[in-house]
């Protein structure tokens, strides 16, 4: 298993419509965890982080945190075409590093 | 303020040849990180330092790589011999602690023929 999992994808959904992500891991200590956004061809930027469980809410972004359900989700309303990117989930458990999953490819379409 | 600067942007390089890669991480942050990204293998964490201290090398695949931090402001990837496989692009990336958010480069692109 590995230890953050996510949608495989690749998710298409139409403009303006609600995008969700999912992201799953395996650190019950898991303590800080992160969204980020790559297009393609460019590097990670961070969309939302997340620290205690709930809704965490940043514009059209929501972040939601289930520690013990061990899940972590990203939610996109009112979905761009500028949306269209790889989301990646990462979660640190303290340690220091951060463990990134595979990422799911999101296509907004006009 | 500059964001995390990575040189060079794109290496072609051939087989058994050495590269080097470098990066300069935001000022003030305290931890740095390097990744290898490939369609087949994601995002991996080949090591990252706290203070200029390597703390996790445990990512880094073989001898032939090796990574420097000889001050605050400066880190070095090494792969000596290169090999086809290793064709990826790699992200240095730094953060305020190792638990905060990382700030990536915009990579180097690696090519091994």
């Known amino acids: 298993q590995k230890e953050v999992e996510q949608n495989s994808g690749p998710l298409s959904v139409p403009e303006g419509a609600i995008a969700s992500l999912n992201c799953t891991y395996s650190d019950r200590v898991s303590q800080s965890f992160f969204w980020y956004r790559q297009y393609s061809g460019k590097s990670p930027e961070l969309i939302m982080s997340?620290?205690?469980?709930g809704d965490k809410e940043d514009g059209r972004f929501t972040a939601q945190l289930n520690k013990a359900s061990q899940y972590v989700s990203l939610l996109i309303r009112d979905s761009q075409p500028s949306d269209s990117a790889t989301y990646l989930c990462a979660v640190n458990a303290g340690a220091g590093k951060s463990t990134f999953g595979d990422g799911t490819t999101l296509t907004v379409k006009p | 303020d500059a964001g995390v600067i990575q040189s060079p942007r794109h290496e072609v390089t051939e087989m058994g040849q050495e590269v080097t890669l470098r990066c300069k991480p935001i000022s003030g942050h305290n931890s740095l990180f390097w990744y290898r990204q490939t369609m087949m293998r994601g995002l991996e964490l080949l090591i990252y330092f706290n203070n200029n201290v390597p703390i996790d090398d445990s990512g880094m695949p073989e001898d032939r790589f090796s990574a420097k931090m000889p001050n605050a402001s400066f880190s070095t990837l090494k792969i000596q011999p290169s090999e086809p496989r290793d064709s990826a692009v790699y992200f240095c990336a730094s953060s305020l602690l190792a638990t905060d958010t990382q700030y990536f480069g915009p990579g180097t692109r690696l090519t091994v023929l």
């Open positions: 997340i620290y205690s469980n």
